[in-house]
């Protein structure tokens, strides 16, 4: 007779990924919440962000208060968008014109790069993202009112607390755009197209900027140093973009890696082929570049200046 040990494992292994799957480890509210809002929230509004957005009036308890209510003693599935309806109309932002920065895909870069609402503003940089970022919060019925023990996973419920929170917090920073818009884009991933109608972009963003007020629709496909280009700015899911942009009325524009972005992927990777700076030599007159080595997909980079805002070149 053959040993059982293996058929065990097997239905361990096939126990211990379905509570993976399942999301038994998923972490309940953050501890110490209220503190972290409210300390986020002086923080925002009396020293990291001070002049960056125009301040709004209700305090931060109150913004507290009509955060937590918006979920607390319900279960977590039953939250819906327009909970939070009173929460977001406390402390939504104006948003300077050209400045609103989307992305999907590259949440550490968009973040460095948009430097802290310096060079562009990110739902994160605005009070609504601010006070929430990284932060767990689901309700329940019974007291506290908040779930400090586990929140479901966000397919789990139609709509979960934090996705609930989320979709709204996107509505409200798209409508609050205007002008020319930006959208950074992974041009470079493998499992998913750089543009998805049902990423938080597609669904909740692009379809809530307002007609007259958003000029224009700026792309910048980003791709990682050395890796092969899934999309590039004339294919794929970026055609897809372009027609849902110009449907909606705005134009359309896309540029395959700005120079400025490339710049900043290079500060983590020096060494990399693609990173290599043209030799400059001093001149009489001032700073020559020169260049000898040949890239197969890299334009020469002759200066190192770190791009703002309009005319970025690209690396196409
Ligand atoms: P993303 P999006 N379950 O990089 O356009 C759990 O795909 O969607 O870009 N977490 C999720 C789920 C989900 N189903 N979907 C998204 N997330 C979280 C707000 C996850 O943490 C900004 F303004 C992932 O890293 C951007 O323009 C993050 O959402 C836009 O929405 C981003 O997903 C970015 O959302």
Not at 89 to 98: F, G
Not at 191 to 205: H, I, L, N, V
Request: aromatic share 12%.
């Amino acid at each position: 007779m053959s040993s059982p040990l293996p058929i065990l494992f097997t239905a361990l292994s096939y126990y211990l990924s379905v509570q993976t799957t399942l999301g038994d480890n998923n972490p309940g509210t953050t501890p110490n919440i209220q503190n972290i809002f409210i300390g986020r929230c002086y923080d925002y509004e009396l020293v990291k962000y001070k002049t960056l957005l125009p301040p709004i009036t209700e305090t931060c308890e109150n913004l507290w208060t009509k955060f937590s209510a918006s979920f607390s003693y319900m279960a977590p599935c039953d939250v819906t968008m327009n909970h939070y309806d009173s929460y977001m109309l406390a402390a939504s932002q104006k948003i300077p014109v050209n400045k609103t920065m989307f992305w999907s895909g590259v949440k550490e870069l968009v973040h460095e790069y948009a430097a802290n609402g310096q060079r562009y503003v990110t739902l994160e940089d605005t009070l609504i993202g601010y006070l929430a970022e990284g932060l767990v919060f689901c309700g329940q019925e019974s007291a506290p009112g908040m779930n400090y023990s586990r929140c479901p996973s966000w397919w789990e419920c139609p709509f979960e607390a934090g996705e609930a929170f989320w979709a709204h917090a996107s509505q409200t920073f798209a409508s609050a755009a205007s002008g020319q818009v930006t959208v950074m884009l992974d041009g470079s991933s493998t499992g998913k197209p750089a543009y998805r109608q049902d990423s938080f972009f597609g669904k909740y963003e692009l379809p809530y900027l307002k007609k007259g007020v958003v000029t224009n629709v700026r792309v910048f496909l980003v791709h990682a140093l050395d890796a092969p280009m899934s999309e590039t700015c004339l294919n794929g899911s970026l055609k897809l973009l372009e027609e849902d942009v110009v449907s909606r009325g705005f134009s359309f524009s896309c540029l395959d890696d700005p120079l400025a972005i490339l710049h900043l992927l290079c500060v983590d990777e020096p060494a990399d082929r693609e990173c290599k700076l043209a030799t400059d030599h001093v001149t009489s007159g001032g700073r020559l570049a020169s260049h000898s080595f040949a890239l197969t997909r890299q334009p020469l980079i002759i200066s190192a200046k770190l791009d703002r805002f309009d005319g970025l070149p690209s690396r196409g």
